[in-house]
T-cell receptor, first 114, second 113 residues
Framework: NAGVTQTPKFQVLKTGQSMTLQCAQD?????MSWYRQDPGMGLRLIHY???????DQGEVPNGYNVSRSTTEDFPLRLLSAVPSQTSVYFC?????????????FGAGTRLSVL | GESVGLHLPTLSVQEGDNSIINCAYS??????FIWYKQESGKGPQFIID?????DKRQGQRVTVLLNKTVKHLSLQIAATQPGDSAVYFC????????????FGAGTILRVKS
């Protein structure tokens, strides 16, 4: 059981480049989220999804797009990277019912935008 | 407690002592409050949660206390061990059906052997 898998682990981009951060979970969780974590700060919610085909914005959605075509995958797209998007990105998933507050996080993607 | 910017509060405790990590939250309407632990280079890991209609909940070596009057949450770790060294975040659920999780800035716990 792999849990939540994020790729790549590290990425360096130039300003204006685009890329997709991949996230996959094998726990059949309906809920998936993307967060960014900046030095000395907590995690901030970028986008989330409550099921395949359904996405919504979090606290800091600007500059990022998401889609959810399958239950397993929730990619995060940076259309035109800027230096302020330098951060560590975490994907998370959770189930429903009594375990709904237990979010499982991936190991993160460290992104630098030059 | 919470902090702003790059300087997280740090709690240093001796191995075997009890630790108390504090958090102030903002939203009185939050349904759940949750503690996460983040070790260096890893994603956060769920520790324990408490519903807003409770004031105390115990887990294995951990206790969470909720004081809604002053909007204060605390995490108590009994007999702190070196493996407890990490950054601890409180979080609260917000939005429709509690689908959004809003994190505090975090507290660094350092355990001295």
């Amino acid at each position: 059981n792999a849990g939540v898998t994020q790729t790549p682990k590290f990425q360096v981009l130039k300003t204006g480049q685009s890329m997709t951060l991949q996230c996959a979970q094998d726990m059949n969780h309906e809920y998936m989220s993307w967060y960014r974590q900046d030095p000395g700060m907590g995690l901030r919610l970028i986008h989330y999804s409550v099921g395949a085909g359904i996405t919504d914005q979090g606290e800091v959605p600007n500059g990022y797009n998401v889609s959810r075509s399958t239950t397993e995958d929730f990619p995060l797209r940076l259309l035109s990277a800027v230096p302020s998007q330098t951060s560590v990105y975490f994907c998370a998933s959770r189930g429903r019912g009594v375990a709904k507050n237990i979010q499982y996080f991936g190991a993160g993607t460290r992104l630098s935008v030059l | 407690g919470e902090s702003v910017g790059l300087h997280l509060p740090t709690l240093s405790v001796q191995e075997g002592d009890n630790s108390i990590i504090n958090c102030a939250y903002s939203n009185s309407a939050s349904d759940y409050f949750i503690w996460y632990k983040q070790e260096s280079g890893k994603g956060p890991q769920f520790i324990i949660d408490i519903r807003s209609n409770m004031d105390k909940r115990q887990g294995q070596r951990v206790t969470v206390l909720l004081n809604k009057t002053v909007k204060h949450l605390s995490l108590q770790i009994a007999a702190t061990q070196p493996g407890d060294s990490a950054v601890y975040f409180c979080a609260e659920t917000m939005g429709e059906y509690g689908n959004k999780l809003v994190f505090g800035a975090g507290t660094i716990l350092r355990v001295k052997s």
